[in-house]
């Protein structure tokens, strides 16, 4: 018996293979569907591959007769005595709120995604790495008005993005004439703008209605591993993408 500890993309995968390979796999998910953040992340309207994915995923655990219990939170693995578990609990939104004024007033970008919070016509996304770029393509596909604030001298600049879709969103941008600040600081949330700051440190207020942050993830392990018995999969270990997410589970279910 294997207990796995988050039902998203990560601790599907390695229940499917631990299934094939003769074990017993339990998913323990805190809410009520199978997905975590892979629910958001495909969640755009020029997704719908990875929401075919999804699907398949869920499939699976129900052709494999895998166990999967939901709205089960667990808060403590040592319940499960020696028995191996595979911690894939993801990670948690930066949150700048009490750092930067206004801050709260932000919509975090899978609150956004899902569906849980509605944004107005002109919208500041902070942060211009996939994920914002990604929003903010979405948000101008829905006719509404993006503006893009990235702290660094590139869009989608970090590594392991594939070079054909980072481009095109680069390209669609400048193409379609969507505002895009580089070097720039968020450095105030207001009712109708936010106040930045560029590279030479002059202060710029940009009009908008809403604000999206995307500024980030930070990796969220209910324990650590131990290499034994614990491991560790997914964004709980290292904020990544699909694909490496869905190798370092396949992997630590070889392992085990």
Request: with cysteine; glycine share 10%.
């Amino acid at each position: 018996t294997v207990h796995i500890i988050g039902g998203g993309i990560g601790g599907m995968e390695a229940a499917r293979v631990l299934k094939l390979r003769g074990h017993k796999p339990i998913i323990h998910e805190k809410s009520g569907v199978l997905g975590g953040t892979f629910i958001p992340a495909s969640a755009e309207s020029y997704k719908g591959k990875l929401r075919e994915l999804l699907q398949w995923y869920r499939l699976q655990m129900t052709k494999m007769n895998i166990e999967v219990k939901l709205n089960d939170e667990v808060k403590d693995i040592t319940a499960f005595g020696d028995c191996p578990v595979i911690i894939a609990t993801g990670s948690n939104p930066i949150n700048l709120t009490g750092k930067l004024p206004g801050f709260e007033k932000t919509v975090e970008g899978c609150e956004f995604l899902n569906g849980t919070k509605t944004v107005g016509d002109t919208v500041a996304i902070i942060g211009g790495g996939l994920t914002g770029c990604e929003i903010a393509y979405e948000i101008a596909l829905q006719g509404k008005k993006p503006i893009i604030v990235e702290m660094k001298d590139d869009l989608v600049s970090q590594k392991g993005v594939c070079l054909a879709n980072s481009s095109y969103l680069r390209e669609w941008f400048a193409l379609n004439k969507v505002p895009v600040y580089l070097e720039t600081a968020l450095k105030e949330v207001r009712d109708d703008a936010i106040i930045c700051a560029d590279k030479n440190g002059k202060m710029i207020e940009i009009p908008c209605d809403s604000v999206i942050s995307c500024v980030g993830y930070k990796p969220n392990p209910l324990a650590a591993a131990n290499g034994k018995n614990t491991y560790l999969v997914g964004d709980c270990l290292a904020i990544g993408n699909l694909r490496s997410v869905i190798w370092r589970a396949y992997e630590v279910a070889m392992k085990i």
